[in-house]
């Protein structure tokens, strides 16, 4: 079945950066749309980013547009996300997401279990 | 942007009961609907996808329905398993946005 293992979280100041990572296994990653989606603690769902299946097309969420920067390397089944100039608003636990298959490429069918980012003097 | 808007925010109900969760688009998403559910440090889980469309391996207890800028989750009769918070997303378009959230809990 489809595994999705996030990693790159932790403690970093106001203003830094971190890149998170995606390690995909047991399907083709080259064949899906993939996802970021966070959530602050004891919030709400707030999706990121999405990245097509080759790479070339990115959307963002209002809120990193600008910041952060989603991207792929499909040769390591692996999704990232680069995040700049982070913010005390940004803590959360971050999850990547695969989409389905064509109409589904925006339906998160997969998840992995998350990675906790906490921006913190 | 769409924005999504989901109530009641909490509904305390009981094992065997009938429960209806709303949510609302600021226009028109047409069926690009998702519900899912989210228990407790877990990641969460698709149940319905184009509104009404049950994810596989998802019980039958669990449908959706409406069109445009409403729609509906229901659960015919509630477990203890389904005590959780569940969540719209519309996918009509970027950016994809979800609900606030609608929490189950035991009444």
């Known amino acids: 079945q489809v595994q999705l293992v996030e990693s790159g979280g932790g403690v970093v100041q106001p203003g830094r950066s971190l890149i998170l990572s995606c390690a995909a296994s047991r399907f083709t990653f080259s064949d899906y749309v993939m996802h970021w989606v966070r959530q602050a603690p004891g919030k709400g769902l707030e999706w990121v980013a999405v990245?097509?299946?080759?790479?070339?097309?990115?959307y963002y969420g209002d809120s990193v547009r600008g910041r952060f920067t989603i991207s792929r390397d499909n040769s390591e089944n692996t999704l990232y996300l680069q995040m700049n100039g982070l913010r005390a608003e940004d803590t959360a636990v971050y999850y990547c997401a695969r989409g389905g298959s064509e109409q589904l490429a925006r339906v998160l069918g997969n998840w992995g279990q998350g990675t906790l980012v906490t921006v913190s003097s | 942007d769409i924005q999504m808007t989901q109530s009641p925010s909490t509904l305390s109900a009981s094992v065997g009961d009938r429960v209806t969760i709303t949510c609302r688009a600021s226009?028109?998403?047409?069926?690009?609907l998702a519900w899912y559910q989210q228990k407790p440090g877990k990641a969460p889980k698709l149940l319905i996808y184009k509104a009404s469309s049950l994810q596989s391996g998802v019980p039958s207890r669990f449908s959706g329905s409406g069109s445009g800028t409403e729609f509906t989750l229901t659960i015919s009769s509630l477990q203890p398993d389904d005590f959780a918070t569940y969540y719209c997303?519309?996918?009509?378009?970027?950016?994809?946005?979800f609900g606030q959230g609608t929490k189950v809990e035991i009444k």
């Open positions: 226009q028109s998403v047409n069926s690009w």
């Open positions: 990245v097509s299946s080759d790479g070339r097309v990115k």
């Open positions: 997303q519309q996918y009509n378009d970027y950016p994809c946005k």
